[in-house]
């Protein structure tokens, strides 16, 4: 695998390059498990053997679990609707004795010891000097146990206590490494001149080492590096063949960063809100959410385009701007003197990650390989119907109660939202849209569109027109956003 960055070909799976220490795949979350799904138990105590490989596999996203059955509060849609290591110390050994041992003083031959409470005489000749540390078995740039790299010998009294580093496991994220040699970890991306262990002299009995390895310093895993993607970006929104307003609302907003001609960075921020049509204001509801959440991250992107955030920190960024158009939502309702309401669901596209929120049951959807699936969760009586087991997903679109809703913007102040993580690579694409697209078109007929359409703003187009076709009975919006490979600008 090659690094965009410096070109060395890496091993096939690394996620960092081993020999600048840029990330080459970006993960939500990564996590060392075993076969059974727990997580694997830490490593062995240092030892001459190497470590045997952990698995490793990439956390998909995951979003909290939806009632099995919704609140009360439903609200319709209404009719639409790890040193170096010391020698061990010398054993000094006696001949075998037939009789008791005697006591002596440092420094008397045992037969100069006198009877039971006699003082031993004091020595004639010069005071034995104080013992000192014997000189070191290994030198700066041996290996210990085949393993360990002396760094530094340190000598302290009786004791030789050695700087190492470990040649075959990386202790900040403890996994093998591919080549010992290598400045950083191709897994994690630590530098790996900056792991230092001590090693005490003694733990080291004959070409093993026995005993644990304590930390001198241990940087922490590299914070992700966002890959450098091209987004191509295409929307579109109708009102459908029923309703002549359409109450929803989107925005779409794309930032890239081409330094001596390189792409260096991207983000984008998509935001689809469906204003509630038996609501009063549907329209205005959306347009409020769009307006808050833009006001909200709008100013964030560019600094999160060109250095990683942690996942959480971006999670809880989301669920504030969410917060705040909720907000928006309800003082604008009591000002009017209306009841209004929107759903909503926006991406937050940093690097080669997208970071999604979600209230309502408008969608987001993630297609690669030709294959679509549904990313965000529906917070809809019937979806919570699917969860618990009690109808189809097919059933969906022709129930009852398809269009009652038990979470949306502007019913009340507390609310809970969806986040979720979705990585993105070269050819994969977001598709966001409300439910006048999905409900008509349904996900098969979306992914055979998007299987067909390499262009964005073609599969927008063609995608409104299929659900017109299917009888356009609500309003109908759409943002397909397409992740390519960023070369050269």
């Not at 940087?219 to 987004?231: D, I, T």
């Not at 929104?237 to 029923?242: I, K, N, S, Y």
């Not at 990313?375 to 009586?381: E, K, N």
Request: proline share 10%; charged share 15%.
């Amino acid at each position: 695998m090659e690094c965009p960055i410096c070109h060395f070909h890496n091993r096939i799976g690394a996620r960092f390059c081993q020999q600048c220490g840029q990330q080459l795949m970006a993960t939500s979350a990564v996590a060392t498990t075993a076969a059974d799904g727990a997580p694997s138990p830490p490593p062995p105590a240092a030892t001459a053997a190497a470590p045997a490989p952990a698995a490793e596999a990439a956390a998909p996203p995951t979003s909290p679990p939806a009632p099995a059955l919704p609140p009360d509060d439903i609200t319709p849609r209404a009719a639409e609707t790890v040193v170096a290591v010391a020698a061990p110390e010398p054993v000094a050994t006696t001949a075998p004795s037939n009789g008791p041992p005697e006591a002596t003083s440092p420094g008397v031959p045992p037969h100069a010891a006198g009877a039971a409470g006699a003082l031993a005489p004091e020595p004639s000749g010069p005071a034995t000097p104080a013992p000192t540390a014997e000189p070191s078995a290994f030198q700066v740039g041996a290996t210990i146990a085949g393993r360990y790299l002396v760094l530094e010998v340190q000598a302290h009294d009786l004791q030789t206590q050695y700087v190492v580093r470990d040649r075959q496991l990386c202790h900040a994220c403890q996994q093998p490494l591919a080549n010992p040699d290598d400045p950083f970890c191709d897994n994690c991306g630590a530098a790996l001149a900056e792991q230092k262990l001590l090693l005490d002299g003694s733990a080291v009995q004959g070409d093993q080492v026995v005993s644990e390895l304590s930390p001198v310093s241990l940087p922490a895993p590299a914070a992700p590096v966002p890959r450098p993607l091209r987004l191509a970006v295409a929307a579109r929104t109708h009102p459908g063949r029923v309703r002549e307003l359409n109450e929803d609302s989107l925005s779409t907003l794309t930032l890239s960063l081409v330094f001596e001609t390189q792409w260096q960075g991207c983000g984008g921020l998509y935001v689809v809100a469906d204003g509630m049509g038996g609501h009063d204001g549907g329209e205005v509801a959306s347009r409020l959410a769009v307006q808050a959440i833009n006001a909200a991250l709008v100013p964030t992107i560019p600094s999160l385009a060109a250095a990683a955030a942690p996942a959480e920190e971006l999670a809880a960024l989301l669920t504030r701007a969410v917060l705040a158009a909720n907000q928006s939502i309800l003082d604008a309702g009591q000002v009017r003197g209306s009841d209004m309401g929107s759903t909503v669901t926006l991406a937050l596209v940093v690097g080669d990650t997208a970071h999604i929120a979600n209230v309502g049951d408008s969608r987001t959807y993630h297609w690669s390989g030709n294959l679509l699936r549904r990313v965000t969760d529906d917070h809809s009586l019937v979806w919570s119907l699917v969860r618990a087991g009690q109808i189809t997903e097919d059933e969906i679109y022709s129930h009852d109660m398809r269009n009652y809703i038990y979470r949306n913007l502007g019913a009340k102040p507390a609310l809970d939202v969806d986040t979720f993580i979705q990585p993105l690579a070269p050819g994969d694409r977001l598709l966001l849209c409300s439910d006048g697209l999905w409900e008509m078109v349904r996900s098969e007929g979306i992914e055979t569109v998007l299987n067909a359409t390499p262009d964005p703003q073609a599969a927008c187009d063609l995608l409104i027109e299929h659900a017109n076709q299917a009888g356009g009975e609500d309003n109908i919006t759409v943002i397909v956003v397409q992740a390519n490979e960023a070369g050269r600008g």
